[in-house]
């Protein structure tokens, strides 16, 4: 039989270790959905995008414009309160950046967002207050584009797992593909919970967005192991399965390396509008990476029979 040469890594030998470390990713995941549901009602806090109502970035800075302007949350949320804004709900993304969102739908957001900062810079001493981006989303909208995005994402592993079997014939690979990118989700999933982001159309297109990217190169993984399945060697279905690895290595870790340095800049230099969207994807590649190798492969090989 066939064995490896020494300049080849070992994969698939190190699978135990890496299906606890994904068995960890998914406790995190249960245990933190359990903990949210139980402490405030629900799973996700969703944004405007979904929730319905007025929402608005605010950055504080000194009026004399010498510099930011670190501002409290609660006196911000008690001047609206007092000034007749309903449910009024804060999230702070600096000391001096805050997301203010409100129930309140108008026609014209902008001018609603405008109150608010007038609002502000009359009730508050030496702030200068400026609105950095506006969002506003009627109540059925919200609630339609919540059950649209859920479906969207299931609709997207139907036709991932049918084109797989499609395109490779086999039950094992498509299985390896599906519960791969279910790995990706979950691991963007559990960080959206647990450093408490919400659920708004920049994760849900950062989940699209890694779906496919994360299928792409398991694909090209796959497409060597069919390959050298239908050589017919000698070599048993793990050892070309990890052959198969070492020789798309490169290309995946470059692939990787060159979409992450994009991701990278648009966190450090996109600002707060798009750094959810941002950390969403560069997790999204770290993982789509790990799962192309770690997860897809091994378990292709679990559900994979020999053919005689």
Do not use: C
């Not at 079997?165 to 990118?181: C, H, K, N, P, Y």
């Not at 069919?226 to 490169?250: G, Q």
């Amino acid at each position: 039989m066939a064995m490896m040469t020494k300049t080849q890594i070992n994969f698939l030998k190190y699978s135990p270790l890496f299906y606890t470390l994904s068995g960890i990713l998914f406790t995190l995941f249960f245990a933190g959905a359990v903990y949210k549901y139980q402490t405030r009602g629900e799973v996700f806090e969703y944004s405007v995008d979904f929730t319905g109502g007025t929402q608005t970035l605010l950055g504080f800075a000194k009026k004399d414009g010498s510099g930011p302007k670190q501002v409290s949350s609660l006196e911000i949320e008690h001047v609206l309160a007092q000034k007749g804004f309903s449910s009024v709900t804060l999230r702070e993304f600096s000391d001096h950046e805050l997301l203010v969102r409100v129930k309140e739908v108008e026609s014209d957001a902008k001018g609603l967002a405008e109150r608010i900062r007038e609002t502000l810079e009359s009730n508050l001493s030496d702030v200068k207050v400026t609105v950095l981006q506006t969002d506003s989303v009627g109540a059925g909208v919200g609630d339609e584009l919540k059950h649209n995005a859920v479906w969207f994402v299931l609709l997207s592993l139907l036709i991932m797992l049918a084109y797989i079997w499609v395109r490779f014939r086999s039950f094992s690979f498509a299985m390896g593909a599906v519960i791969s990118l279910l790995h990706d989700a979950v691991a963007i999933l559990t960080f959206v919970i647990w450093f408490d982001y919400e659920i708004s159309l920049n994760v849900i297109a950062a989940i699209l967005f890694v779906l496919g990217y994360s299928i792409h190169d398991t694909i090209v993984v796959f497409s060597q192991i069919r390959d050298h399945f239908r050589r017919k060697d000698s070599r048993t279905p793990a050892e070309i399965a990890n052959v198969s690895i070492n020789e798309t290595l490169r290309r995946t870790l470059l692939t990787s390396f060159a979409t992450a340095l994009t991701v990278v800049a648009l966190l450090i230099f996109g600002g707060e509008v798009v750094r959810t969207l941002s950390t969403a994807l560069l997790i999204g590649i770290v993982f789509g990476t790990y799962s192309s190798i770690y997860i897809a492969t091994p378990v292709m090989l679990l559900f994979y029979k020999e053919k005689k």
